[in-house]
């Protein structure tokens, strides 16, 4: 069940054809870059791969085609639902399929106890023994918080290796380092706050902007991890123009159309999400340009 997840992890997008089906030549594309980009774990199946708007089928096509392309790198699959049986279903299919473990978001809606969401895991972690399981915490879209204490509770399972940590609190993911226990890992959540975080005692990030720029992305993830604080700052000042622009709306909403910038997939999301409005495009196209030194990034 050993799985490291240090580094720079990737929520992939689920690029889809103008039709607005799943479009694994795209996919398949978005991988290669961003093993190209010096990516170490792809993450598909997430918030940012429209996860909750996709069927059975075309979930096991995104695994495969992910695990086909990997090049060895760990594959680690979103499962999370807000029903408990529906979210061990497909963390059970995941491993099926050969995950290298299980991004497991928080139920949402449902706002659960903390002896509720322990029961919760409990259960994914029962019906994929071994497995190793992200927990995700990210109140902004779940209306619930994994505090500190309630996450000790979690380390208790074995196979809840990790916290994704989006509280958007660098207060909370300190208080998350300094209790971590020697045989877990902290994960950021969010691409601002990397630097900041790992400089607290975090192992990683699993990004959003590097779809885009993977490259750059895994630099100032790499600059942090090794104490380079100079450089770790560089790059995140150079990077935060388009950080801030990939969120103007709801993610993947203005990321879908940075793709499309790139070659890297058509500017299509799935309802209840609708297209990045024209203001968000131009500031991408000028935040693309800064991050990237002034020069688009070719696809790989």
């Known amino acids: ?76 699959v979103g499962t999370g639902h807000n029903a408990t049986r529906q979210a061990a279903a497909m963390t059970r299919r995941a491993q099926e399929l050969g995950a290298s473990g299980a991004l497991v978001v928080t139920p949402y809606y449902n706002k659960p106890t903390p002896d509720g ?18 927990a995700y915490n990210v109140p902004g879209r779940t209306a619930l918080n994994v505090t500190p204490q309630v996450l000790a509770r979690l380390w208790e399972n074995p196979q809840v290796v990790a916290v994704k940590e989006s509280s958007g609190s660098l207060a909370q993911i300190a208080e998350v380092a300094r209790t971590l226990p020697k045989d877990k890992t902290l994960l950021s959540g969010d691409d601002n706050l990397a630097v900041a975080a790992i400089a607290v005692g975090a192992s990683g990030l699993v990004s959003v902007l590097g779809n885009v720029l993977p490259r750059e992305t895994a630099a100032m993830v790499a600059a942090a991890r090794r104490g380079d604080r100079a450089e770790a700052i560089r790059l995140h000042q150079q990077l935060l123009p388009l950080m801030d622009a990939l969120f103007l709306e709801s993610n993947p909403i203005p990321l879908k159309a940075t793709l499309k910038m790139l070659g890297l997939g058509e500017d299509v999301v799935r309802l209840p999400l609708t297209p990045a409005l024209a203001s968000t495009r131009t500031r991408l196209a000028e935040a693309l340009c800064l991050s990237a030194d002034g020069t688009l990034p070719g696809a790989k």
């Open 1 to 76: 069940m050993t799985l490291d997840l240090s580094g720079l992890a990737v929520a992939l997008a689920t690029p889809f054809t103008p039709a607005g089906e799943v479009d694994l030549a795209a996919f398949r594309k978005l991988v290669r870059h961003l093993i190209g980009g010096g990516v170490d774990t792809l993450v598909p199946l997430g918030t940012t791969g429209e996860a909750s708007t996709l069927l059975d089928a075309e979930r096991d096509a995104i695994i495969t085609a992910c695990l086909e392309e990997s090049n060895g790198h760990a594959v680690v």
């Open 117 to 134: 969401l322990v029961a919760h895991y409990a259960a994914i972690a029962e019906a994929a023994p071994g497995l190793p399981l992200i």
